[in-house]
């Protein structure tokens, strides 16, 4: 990861199942985050971003659009995204450290993800565009661990040990975080990442 290259870039270091919980952040607030407002929310957070080349408007427009570098943890590769989808992950990223050191004894050093932006209809309904379409979603398939080791969504969920029980507490926490989670147990369509995203719906898919 060639963080070297973050200034040139213009890195913003400006620094059911409805949940039965309330999500940590307000769902207006989830929405609304745009512009600068939103870049000084993800760096009070500890995001590291450079810009992403998007269009910002239209059928697949992305509001404020960054290429997440780090939240806590390294996301590779960097996750193209909308700043507030960036800002509700790099919230998220501290509870998912303290859950990985409780199930596993281990803090997580890097993310591994199927992305954030992609113009698509939502899977296994076209009728309605994705929420990967603005930006306002990520997918992700895995940790990597401070030792090396590695968790996988595809390979570790099924089962009773450490590493199905760790994923299994990150997708509950992520229902009081963001509106919608999906799992392995959802639907096929999930078999291999946990889908995270910041709404208009709100759906905890355990």
């Known amino acids: ?6 200034p040139a870039l213009l890195v913003l270091l400006v620094a059911a199942c409805a ?17 600068m407002a939103c870049l000084a929310a993800l760096a009070e957070a500890g995001g590291v971003a450079a810009d992403f080349g998007v ?8 509001d404020t ?10 996301l ?9 989808m960036a ?11 303290r859950l990985a050191r409780e199930h596993l004894g281990k803090s997580i050093r890097l993310v591994r993800h199927y992305g954030s932006h992609a113009c698509r209809r939502m899977t296994g309904d076209s009728r309605r565009l994705s929420l990967h379409a603005t930006a306002r979603a990520v997918d992700v398939a895995g940790f990597a661990l ?11 969920w099924s089962g009773n040990g450490p590493r199905a029980r760790f994923l299994r507490a990150v997708a509950r926490a992520g229902c009081r975080h963001f509106a919608v989670v ?24 355990l």
């Open 19 to 35: 949940s039965r919980e309330p999500p940590v952040s307000v769902p207006a607030e989830r929405g609304a985050l745009s512009g």
């Open 76 to 84: 590779e590769p960097p996750l193209a995204t909308s700043c507030a």
């Open 55 to 62: 269009e910002r408007s239209g059928t697949c427009g992305v």
């Open 65 to 74: 659009p960054v290429s997440l570098l780090s939240a806590g943890a390294v």
């Open 146 to 156: 401070a030792d090396g080791s590695e968790v996988m969504v595809g390979r570790d």
């Open 182 to 205: 999906l799992t392995p147990d959802f639907d096929r369509h999930h078999r291999d990442h946990l889908h995270f995203d910041i709404g208009p719906w709100q759906l905890c898919g």
């Open 1 to 6: 990861m060639r963080l070297s290259f973050c």
């Open 87 to 97: 800002v509700a992950w790099a919230r998220f990223v501290p509870e998912i450290d």
